[in-house]
């Protein structure tokens, strides 16, 4: 039989998934494809895994559901742990392979990958689709070269211009029974940690459906998630929706659907709008991507300002641990290590203190939320961490947090800092973030000797800020 192949990579659902449509129209056989790639396995040259645990088991999950809603529409989904460009050239050497379908990625890995599949099938004809974006990049009113360099600016133009698309339906299938191939195990992916008995979020399209509804209707949170969503406590302080989007378990395009329909029979408020705010933002790291290719990935960023970064391994690795001394940072940082998850008002004072106090290499902290979150995205995860390293878009003159100060105004009882750092439980809320360390007397009263019990900290938060700021100055002056 002749066959069709869909390529899934990062848009595990088999809603408003164009390829699968289009696969589904051609009128042949309909195969779906899912690779295991090593390369994403092994460990960066900073010693840790590329996929840590947390992300890989969500991504298992995400397999593991694509597959049963393939088999539903009768569908098979070949898994199997190799490199894409062989994995489908041995395929093809069992199955006529006439056509390919598979969506578009934008980063320089992904597009080599894509390039050796072609190379090695030169007789099947590539079809490839945009199913990333809320905006499809077709119905921008600009081009990619004329991308506008501040995101305000390409919200109020897309805001005005540009309208989203309806979601694709799921197409029709049959009542073929097809076999299913068993999900490689995290030890057959090189990964011997043990994932959570109770993870944040599990994966897949049906869990992201069943997250919007709780979420938006179930637990009405949607009406207030303006107001909640710099919480970094509990887990419907934010929509949870980020995870599915990075592996394409949602599209964008049905979230924004489906906050219409709330909006339609709830309300339509500040906070609705946020979320649609937000899905612009992830459009917008998607595209700055496009514009500025392999830029996002470098030391300089996309302005390739001379900033000397530091590189120190003990420094990094007290970040990474969460032993900084300096709780806002370190309680975010013990909670990616044991969830994959942390908060967007975490990322954004453990990113500003990696960078604007300890002067460490913004991309090695990039590549540990890589290794770590399961809601990694590259244009995003990158685009933000070029942002707040002052190397990106949007970049103010050395924008820096005060993680003391966001630590009392975000924490103020300090009930997130001694969940993740319980050895601080008996300290009074005032006392956790401070600029000032515990006397010798505090600490013997609420048992927390600093250098034994709980780091202290590392750097002074100010001369340590004022220090990179002037190397900052020196970058962009010489720039």
Request: a neutral charge; glycine letters at 6%.
């Amino acid at each position: 039989m002749d066959y069709s192949v869909v390529w899934f990579r990062h848009d595990l659902r088999v809603t408003d998934h164009e390829p699968l449509v289009q696969a589904v129209a051609s009128g042949l056989e309909v195969m779906g494809v899912y690779c295991f790639d090593p390369r994403e396995f092994t460990k960066t040259k900073y010693g840790f895994l590329k996929t840590g645990v947390h992300r890989a088991q969500f991504l298992r999950e995400s397999i593991a559901d694509l597959q049963n809603s393939l088999a539903k529409l009768g569908y098979p989904l070949h898994i199997e742990i190799g490199e894409p460009e062989v994995v489908l050239k041995k395929l093809a050497k069992v199955h006529t392979i006439k056509k390919i379908f598979y969506s578009v990625e934008v980063a320089s890995e992904e597009m080599a990958v894509e390039n050796a599949v072609k190379k090695q099938l030169p007789h099947v004809t590539f079809h490839a689709y945009d199913t990333h974006n809320l905006i499809h990049p077709a119905d921008l009113p600009f081009s990619i070269s004329q991308l506008p360099d501040v995101f305000t600016q390409f919200r109020k133009i897309v805001e005005k211009q540009c309208v989203v698309r309806t979601p694709l339906d799921c197409p029709k299938g049959s009542t073929k029974e097809v076999e299913k191939i068993p999900i490689p195990t995290l030890q057959e992916l090189g990964i011997h940690e043990t994932p959570p008995a109770q993870p944040i979020e599990h994966g897949g399209e049906q869990a992201g459906l069943q997250r919007i509804q709780s979420y938006f209707f179930d637990q009405d949170a949607l009406c207030v998630y303006k107001e909640t969503r710099n919480g970094m406590l509990r887990r419907d302080d934010s929509s949870k929706l980020s995870s599915y989007l990075a592996y394409g378990c949602l599209s964008p395009r049905t979230i924004y659907a489906e906050i219409q329909r709330y909006e339609k029979s709830r309300i339509k408020n500040r906070s609705t709008y946020w979320l649609f705010f937000e899905l612009l933002w992830r459009d917008y790291f998607s595209l700055v991507h496009r514009k500025y290719g392999n830029r996002l990935f470098q030391a300089g960023g996309i302005d390739d300002l001379a900033i000397p970064w530091s590189q120190d391994e003990g420094l990094f690795e007290k970040w990474l641990q969460g032993e900084t001394g300096y709780p806002l940072v370190d309680a975010n940082m013990k909670e990616l290590q044991q969830t994959g998850y942390m908060s967007n008002r975490g990322r954004q004072n453990v990113a500003s203190f990696l960078t604007k106090n300890l002067g460490i290499d913004w991309r090695m902290g990039a590549a540990w939320f890589e290794s770590q979150l399961i809601d990694y995205d590259v244009s995003s995860n990158y685009g933000n961490w070029c942002y707040v390293a002052g190397v990106g878009n949007d970049a103010r003159e050395f924008r820096v947090f005060n993680v003391a100060k966001q630590g009392k105004d975000y924490d103020p009882k300090a009930q997130y800092a001694k969940r993740w750092l319980p050895i601080l439980k008996d300290v009074p809320a005032h006392r956790v973030y401070t600029t000032e360390p515990l006397t010798d007397d505090e600490q013997k009263q609420y048992g927390v000797i600093l250098g034994i019990d709980y780091a202290a900290p590392i750097v002074d938060l100010f001369s340590s800020a004022n220090e990179q700021k002037q190397k900052y100055l020196r970058a962009v002056k010489k720039d």
